[in-house]
């Protein structure tokens, strides 16, 4: 079995683990499990790369170290552990940002069909923000997670470029947060959030992984699956 392969699997177990312990309030398993999911996946990367004789991303593992940074701050709680969380992923996003900006992405979102996704996105963004608003200035909140929710839509705008693996990941990234700051605004809380939000955040970095471990070693200008803009839930 080659060793990405067993990466994986032990990315799916640690992901096992830390969904019941979210489920069944295992504060120490979920501190335990969190902090390793995306170094997992990080290594998954670089060896599936390396199978492949080629190099793993270097934009991609620094935005997969910036998420590890930030599960770790949102295991605190209080205001300043989620924003120090916020700023993390919102290296994240930028890393993933520019990784796809360099595999062609603001040349294929000029093109048909791929051309309304930003619409889509930026209608997505104003329609969640407008919804959170009260809850969020409450806070003290509104302006960081107005500018993060920016950069989320255009990471996933982006990634839709990259194949449907890498453009349904970010969808169910910004799932994720979305479930998160709905938490924040007191606006929605459907039941089994904390597992919905690991669930989606775990399967949407793992699809973007995953896509782009697939075309490791391709040419950044070599022509992609778009993904088809996802609708909004």
Known sequence: MPRSRTILIAFLVVTAANLLANATDGRVVEALTKPLLMPLL???LWRAAAERGARSDRLVLVGLAFSTGGDVFLLGDGTGWFIAGMVCFLGTHLCYIAAFTRHGAASALRRPPLVAVP?????????????????????????PVAAYALA???MATTATTQGWRVGLGAALFLGSDLLIATGVAEVAQPPGAPVLVMATYAAGQALIVLGLAARTGTPPDAPVTPAVAPATR
């Open 119 to 143: 619409l889509v996105y930026a209608l997505l963004t104003v329609v969640a923000l407008r919804w959170m608003w009260a809850g969020l200035t409450d806070a003290g909140l509104a302006v």
């Open 152 to 154: 989320l839509a255009a």
């Open 42 to 44: 990080a290594a998954y």
